[in-house]
T-cell receptor
Framework: AQTVTQSQPEMSVQEAETVTLSCTYDTSESDYYLFWYKQPPSRQMILVIRQEAYKQQNATENRFSVNFQKAAKSFSLKISDSQLGDAAMYFCAYQGLTSGSRLTFGEGTQLTVNP | EAGVAQSPRYKIIEKRQSVAFWCNPISGHATLYWYQQILGQGPKLLIQFQNNGVVDDSQLPKDRFSAERLKGVDSTLKIQPAKLEDSAVYLC???FGFGTAIQETQYFGPGTRLLVL
């Protein structure tokens, strides 16, 4: 079974600074997708960024980028120029292509942005 | 484009009572998911529908939980009877399905917070 591990329960960053959230996963599949979702106090899950495992190029979305290391099974999220609105719980999620399309989530990292 | 709709947003019930949650996915999305998120944890899949057929219900506690998606659009999740450990946020998500990363990306509704006393 696939597992996703987020080893940082909490992180904090100063406004305008950069922060990196870690995620590792375990799978025997060769093709899969990886996602980062943001969950503010409202509890709605909001897609931040996605990465296809077959692509070597790291995905970027404005201030958000990932460092995808397939061999190491690592998928970290970098937030540049952090803003107060980035404060939320961040979940890393795995989606296999041979095991149905369910998302397997990590335990989450609570990000605090200090003014 | 309207997002995934869920109701009610909040529900408080006593244990052994029954409760139902409703979800309306994004228009055109064939795949619908129900997740359970217990406080302090990541969401866990309960059931996945492709149109009106069940694709995966391996983690659904079938002795008390049931779900249906009769016309391939709206879905209802029911708990009967509820237990204290069912207190959680129930998230509905939908996707186009059919393989590519963009098509498989799941979009979530606002969730229903359930408290069982």
């Amino acid at each position: 079974a696939q597992t996703v591990t987020q080893s940082q329960p909490e992180m904090s960053v100063q406004e305008a600074e950069t922060v990196t959230l870690s995620c590792t996963y375990d799978t025997s599949e060769s093709d899969y997708y990886l996602f980062w979702y943001k969950q503010p106090p409202s509890r709605q899950m909001i897609l931040v960024i996605r990465q296809e495992a077959y692509k070597q190029q790291n995905a970027t979305e404005n201030r958000f980028s990932v460092n995808f290391q397939k061999a190491a099974k690592s998928f970290s999220l970098k937030i540049s120029d952090s803003q107060l609105g980035d404060a939320a719980m961040y979940f890393c999620a795995y989606q296999g292509l041979t095991s149905g399309s369910r998302l397997t989530f990590g335990e989450g990292t609570q990000l605090t942005v200090n003014p | 484009e309207a997002g995934v709709a869920q109701s009610p947003r909040y529900k408080i019930i006593e244990k052994r009572q029954s409760v139902a949650f409703w979800c309306n996915p994004i228009s055109g999305h064939a795949t619908l998911y129900w997740y359970q998120q217990i406080l302090g944890q990541g969401p866990k899949l309960l059931i996945q529908f492709q149109n009106n057929g069940v694709v995966d219900d391996s983690q659904l506690p079938k002795d008390r939980f049931s779900a249906e998606r009769l016309k391939g659009v709206d879905s209802t999740l029911k708990i009967q009877p509820a237990k204290l450990e069912d207190s959680a946020v129930y998230l509905c998500a939908s996707s186009f399905g059919f393989g590519t990363a963009i098509q498989e990306t799941q979009y979530f509704g606002p969730g229903t917070r359930l408290l069982v006393l």
